[in-house]
Antibody
Framework: ETQLVESGGGLVQPGGSLRLSCAAS????????INWVRQAPGKGLEWVSY????????YYADSVKGRFTISRDNAKNSLYLQMSSLRAEDTAVYYC??????????????????WGRGTTVTVSS | AIRMTQSPSSLSASTGDRVTITCRAS??????LAWYQQKPGKAPKLLIY???TLQSGVPSRFSGSGSGTEFTLTISRLQSEDFATYYC??????????FGQGTKVEIK
């Protein structure tokens, strides 16, 4: 079964740090790019970060740029999100989501086809 | 960034009803649009990609249409398990990948 399982969430004080993990199984992890997407309480979905299969290409949302770092270990079938300088507005459920690729002669397009159940991050004093 | 706007934000419907949700993009996105379903406390689930292609395993009562800037998700005959929040997402111009604000489908 294709599966993503997040872990590492918890309660952290403003200005603190936290490292999230996402464990993949049931597919060839090293062949897929992966995203982090978050959802604040009662709010919609917000894309946070993307990493390509080889880690060569990385993107961040402006709201987390300079504070969050995405990484992966293909040997361990794992994805990570190192979060620092956390703010109250970072409080959310964090999902990892696999990217499926549409290849055209001009560009690559990625949508999110498999999602984990999420891990909750609460930033509060 | 491309802004995605869904309408309505919520709707009430009965089992068996036909339901249509609209998603508009602030700039043309060809057919690079996905629809997701999310139930309370659960992860989003991919329903449709490329504006109209049904993801494997998704019931045929779900359908999508549109291109450019205007898109629709239709549920032909609403079932009890379809009461959820639905999100559209563009994947044409990235980063960032952007979502609509969601449409909550509630029981009338």
């Amino acid at each position: 079964e294709t599966q993503l399982v997040e872990s590492g969430g918890g309660l952290v004080q403003p200005g603190g740090s936290l490292r999230l993990s996402c464990a993949a199984s049931g597919f060839t992890f090293s062949s897929y790019s992966i995203n982090w997407v978050r959802q604040a309480p009662g709010k919609g979905l917000e894309w946070v970060s993307y990493i390509s299969s080889s880690s060569k290409t990385i993107y961040y949302a402006d709201s987390v740029k300079g504070r969050f770092t995405i990484s992966r270990d293909n040997a361990k079938n794992s994805l990570y999100l190192q979060m620092s300088s956390l703010r109250a507005e970072d409080t959310a459920v964090y999902y990892c989501a696999r990217s499926e690729t549409t290849v055209t002669p001009y560009y690559y397009y990625y949508y999110m086809d498999v999602w984990g159940r999420g891990t909750t991050v609460t930033v509060s004093s | 960034a491309i802004r995605m706007t869904q309408s309505p934000s919520s709707l009430s419907a009965s089992t068996g009803d036909r339901v249509t949700i609209t998603c508009r993009a602030s700039h043309p996105i060809s057919s690079y649009l996905a629809w997701y379903q999310q139930k309370p406390g659960k992860a989003p689930k991919l329903l449709i990609y490329a504006a109209s292609t049904l993801q494997s395993g998704v019931p045929s009562r779900f359908s999508g249409s549109g291109s450019g800037t205007e898109f629709t998700l239709t549920i032909s005959r609403l079932q009890s398990e379809d009461f959820a929040t639905y999100y559209c997402q563009q994947y044409y111009n990235y980063p960032p990948w952007t979502f609509g604000q969601g449409t909550k489908v509630e029981i009338k």
